[in-house]
């Protein structure tokens, strides 16, 4: 359905009797652009040329390179994933409870900084006198000699 609508606004765009590039040009492009559809929309021709070049959208199941190959210098690049697309891999079981424990960690240490930072704070509620003040009373209290 999408390769048919993506083919008839190209097909508008590039039939060289509505384009507005050379005829030579347009004719070229809409060829290619018949040949195109024609292998997209008939099944066996899209799996033929997908093997011609070596894409395969079945890599999930099956590796795009042959196991016999063992020199070094292959063209055959062995992933680690069998996705194609490690960004779209979804979370396993493992990974999902190990974020999960990630996260109560962080809010068990969030929840214990709180209640230590409240239960050992010195709360004073006097005012705190700037240090000129601070050191006037100190000066009054050594000149009148008491003792501290």
């Not at 008839?8 to 559809?37: C, G, I, M």
């Not at 996705?83 to 974020?99: C, I, K, N």
Request: charged share 20%; with cysteine; glycine share 4%.
């Amino acid at each position: 359905m999408e390769i048919r609508r993506a083919y008839r606004e190209l097909s508008k765009r590039y039939h060289p009797d509505t384009t507005e590039l050379s005829k030579p040009v347009a004719t070229a492009k809409f060829q290619q652009l018949n040949e195109a559809y024609a292998t997209l929309s008939n099944p066996q021709r899209r799996q033929a040329y997908d093997l011609k070049i070596g894409y395969s959208r079945y890599n999930v199941i099956q590796p795009s390179y042959p196991f016999d190959r063992t020199d070094n210098n292959s063209k055959y690049r062995v992933s680690s994933s069998a996705y194609l697309d490690p960004t779209d891999r979804p979370l396993s079981a493992g990974e999902l409870f190990a974020v999960l424990m990630m996260a109560l960690s962080l809010i068990a240490c969030l929840i214990l900084a709180i209640a230590i930072g409240l239960t050992r704070s010195e709360v004073s509620l006097e005012p705190i006198q700037p240090p000129g003040v601070l050191i006037e009373n100190l000066i009054l209290i050594i000149a009148q000699g008491k003792p501290t």
